[in-house]
């Protein structure tokens, strides 16, 4: 018989190989989901993680992809490693998305480089905003944040369409519900010509290094690890809890405010119903599969778009559903989660007890 | 204000038929956390159960195995967080995350062929000659066999808790893992155990939407139930009578948004009302430690549906655009939530204490 066998320290050569073995271990399953579909699993996992790389158009739209879920992963990173659970961020992104597009138009048609940055800033304070509300919660009446916080992506949701339904409709628009399309000085600049590639994605990485120093070089990010894995001696050291949950819940929603402004002014260009696609809860799948590091995450973000943007060639090529992808991406954490038990522990052949 | 729109019996069957998902999944939440496990995933098993319900219902005819098939599914769903979670040690947050995002893509996939598909439909129980008596037939004997099902399953549940052997260990690993375990009990498997009843009810609740309550097979059309079944069993103090009062409290508002809605009434009104009823709610349950802080929360919440009632008769024709009404339930169970977690005292007295730990043998 087997039996796990603790180990005395995190081996740090785990750590970093589980993601690659969840990965390999998704797509030998998912071949077998794909198989069972009736596909050639082969031809289905090269069109996903493969044909998207060689494609000159796909590959810039990975890039696209990869902006929100990596901003979104660095903000829930630092809480998930303080024990602080922030599963709205979808909310927080929608919320961002609003606030922001709602000053571009209320400047519609003025042209100008400050433009931008105030959206920004709306959509990053509205994200922060939209996270207080589970942390103040949390605070004060302790309140579980995980509820509070996925509730409130459900009203951010109707609020969205209660917005491109009133305030915010195209006046010019025959009363469909999505906004105006934002004029050129809204718009994020693009970065390469004949892409969607624009400036978020480039701010996307670099607040991605920027995590990365301070987690491991500045006393916020010591006390962020140290509140994660010895609670008890941080509190002894000085961090107070609540100001940890306000500090990891609002920085969470900052970046995902700003990720959801970076989604309407960069490839929507408008305000539509259709803007959430999950990327909160995806980031939560890329979060971990980056280790909760922000370096790990910047890769694991490129990994899942990846998989979306193959899984949308796959749906056109190979005729693949459209929720085989989300499968994948489900079965992704579920690998993730189950060989991280490698980490802490070891396999060894079952002692026999001395009595 | 003209409330002919809203007749109260129609209101309350139609209340108790919304509220049974919730007993259900809510119910069988309620004795996995008993046992020590909290398990997020509800969401996603709730949603398996909806759709293998559906297509059973559907390919076989018959809604009863429908129900089977669901619970069945969602139990077996409910393992892989079982295996996970306590044979190889991982985050219980995290995979029951994981659950919610695996069932709710698996649950589209199935699905995707069985959209816009009315499915066999679930008879009630009593004869109709029963369910047209006055006032009372509406009330007790209109319905299928699921609701009176989900009543006696919380019954059943309480009696297995707190009047039987298996009861008293469940929570015994619940309370302490490790002294059960010193105990000679067998944590693990009381625990998968407890997690593949809980997934099964879950799974029951799912497909009760599916098959009963919309009736359609929709991608995502759980829509946070299976959240607010997690914050029921908050409510509920982990006491499975107060499930019930739960899972009524959110049907009744899910179910006079909607029609108020379809009314298009003054929401100024309502809320007034609805203010008022949570005051007369909070008395009613605090009635035997009323403090001075409590009585200042009633009277401010009384206040605040006087002032709603004010607004509403100054102002009449006030009417919001239908999404913020689709809100209420979400923000009913924030509110909920924070009017309940106020009171820390009870609260950990009766969260069981092991909740969420992982446990390991030789640790």
Not at chain 2, 79 to 92: A, E
Not at chain 2, 152 to 181: P, Q, S, Y
Not at chain 2, 286 to 306: D, Y
Request: with cysteine; proline share 5%.
């Amino acid at each position: 018989m087997l039996r796990l066998e603790p180990r005395r320290s995190p081996s740090q050569a785990m750590v970093w190989l589980t993601p690659i073995l969840a990965v390999l271990a998704t797509m030998i399953a998912g071949g077998g989901l794909f198989m069972a579909l009736g596909k050639d699993p082969v031809d289905a996992i090269y069109t996903i993680f493969v044909d998207p790389l060689l494609d000159p158009y796909s590959l810039p739209e990975i890039f696209v992809k990869a902006a929100p879920l990596i901003l979104i992963a660095i903000g829930l990173s630092y809480g998930f490693r303080a024990g602080i659970w922030n599963i709205g961020a979808e909310g927080q992104f929608i919320m961002g998305a609003i606030a922001g597009a709602a000053v571009g138009l209320a400047f519609y048609g003025t042209a100008g480089v400050w433009l931008l940055p105030l959206m920004a800033l709306a959509g990053i304070v509205a994200g922060y905003l939209w996270a207080m509300i589970p942390a103040l919660l949390r605070v004060k009446f302790g309140t579980n944040e995980i509820l509070v916080s996925l509730m409130l992506v459900y009203v951010a949701d109707q609020f969205l369409r209660a917005m491109v339904n009133g305030p915010l409709r195209n006046p010019q628009g025959f009363n469909f519900p999505e906004s105006r399309l934002f004029h050129d000085s809204a718009q994020l600049p693009i970065l390469f010509d004949g892409t969607r590639v624009h400036l978020g994605v480039a701010i996307a990485v670099i607040i991605a290094l920027i995590a990365a120093l301070i987690l491991s070089r500045h006393i916020i990010g010591y006390n962020v690890r140290l509140m994660g894995s010895a609670p008890r001696a941080a509190m002894f050291s000085g961090v107070k809890p609540p100001r940890m949950v306000i500090f990891c819940l609002g920085l969470s929603g900052a970046l995902a405010g700003l990720a959801g402004l970076f989604e309407a002014a960069g490839p929507m260009g408008q305000l539509t119903p259709t803007l959430p696609q999950g990327y909160g809860f995806t980031a939560i799948i890329v979060a971990f599969l980056g280790r909760l590091n922000p370096l790990g995450i910047i890769a694991a973000g490129f990994v899942m778009a990846l998989t979306y943007i193959g899984g949308e060639n796959a749906q056109l090529a190979l005729g693949l559903p459209k929720a085989a992808i989300s499968v994948f991406q489900g079965m992704l954490l579920f690998f993730l989660l189950g060989l991280d038990i490698f980490v802490r522990y070891r396999i060894a052949p079952k002692r026999r007890e001395v009595a | 204000m003209d409330f002919s729109a809203l007749d109260p019996l129609a209101l309350i069957v139609s209340l108790i038929i919304a509220a049974t998902p919730l007993v259900l999944a809510a119910t069988g939440e309620l004795v996995v956390e008993k046992s020590g496990v909290l398990n997020l995933g509800v969401e996603g098993m709730m949603i398996m159960g909806a759709v293998i319900g559906f297509i059973v219902s559907v390919e076989i005819g018959n809604p009863v195995l429908g129900f089977a098939g669901a619970a069945l599914a969602s139990a077996a769903l409910a393992l892989i967080f079982g295996f996970l979670t306590q044979v190889l040690l991982s985050n219980q947050v995290a995979t029951g995350l994981a659950l919610t995002l695996f069932g709710l893509g698996l649950a589209a996939l199935l699905g995707q062929s069985y959209t816009g598909i009315r499915p066999p439909s679930t008879g009630d129980v009593f004869p109709e000659a029963l369910s047209t008596v006055p006032v009372i037939g509406p009330l007790l004997f209109s319905y299928d066999w699921v609701v009176y099902f989900a009543l006696i399953m919380v019954g059943a549940v309480w009696w297995f808790l707190n009047k039987t052997r298996g009861g008293l260990i469940l929570r015994a690993v619940g309370e302490g893992h490790d002294a059960a375990h010193a105990l000679g009990y067998r944590v693990v498997a009381i625990r998968m155990a407890a997690i593949a009843f809980g997934g099964a009810l879950a799974g029951m609740g799912g497909a009760y939407l599916s098959l009963v309550r919309v009736p359609q097979w929709s991608e995502g059309m759980t829509a946070g139930i299976g959240w607010i079944a997690l914050a029921i069993v908050v409510f509920a103090s982990w006491k499975p009578g107060r499930v019930i009062l739960g899972a009524w409290l959110f049907g009744g508002v899910t179910i006079l948004q909607l029609n108020i809605q379809a009314a298009n009434l003054n929401i100024l009104g309502i809320l007034a009302l609805a203010l008022a009823g949570v005051a007369v709610v909070m008395l009613l349950v605090q009635i035997r430690s009323l403090t001075r802080h409590k009585v200042i929360q009633i009277v401010m919440v009384f206040s605040f549906a006087l002032l709603a009632l004010v607004l509403a008769l100054s102002w009449p024709d006030f009417r919001l655009d239908s999404a913020y009404l689709s809100m209420t339930p979400y923000l009913t169970t924030i509110i909920v939530l924070v009017a309940l977690s106020g009171d820390k005292t009870r609260r950990a007295l009766n969260a069981p204490a092991s909740l969420g730990r992982v446990f390991h043998a030789s640790a």
